[in-house]
């Protein structure tokens, strides 16, 4: 697990979860919480490709904080989970 991205809108964590040992493929994905909807997603496959990739090409001209919440917020709009404090 890694955070990262932490603004006032949005957690960003990664997951890698490395094969089993019947040598299975290695799975993982991002969690995405939106800190003022209270939800969160899970992204995974290709999805979470299509977002690292979105993000990588965004990083590439150094945006603002903003630029990164606007890109985060297309793929919370597909969130459906609450977020729960144990």
């Known amino acids: 697990m890694e955070l990262l991205y932490h603004s006032d809108s949005f957690v960003v964590v990664r997951f890698d979860v490395p094969a089993d040992l019947s040598g299975g493929p290695q799975r993982g994905g991002y969690e995405i919480v939106d800190k003022f909807a209270r939800k969160e997603i899970f992204l995974e496959g290709l999805l979470a490709e299509s977002f ?35």
Do not use: C, N, W
Request: glycine share 2%; net charge negative; hydrophobic share 40%.
């Open 52 to 86: 690292k990739a979105g993000v990588e090409q965004l990083a590439e001209q150094e945006p603002s904080i903003e630029e990164f919440d606007d890109y985060i917020s297309r793929f919370t709009a597909l969130a459906q989970q609450p977020v729960a404090m144990h």
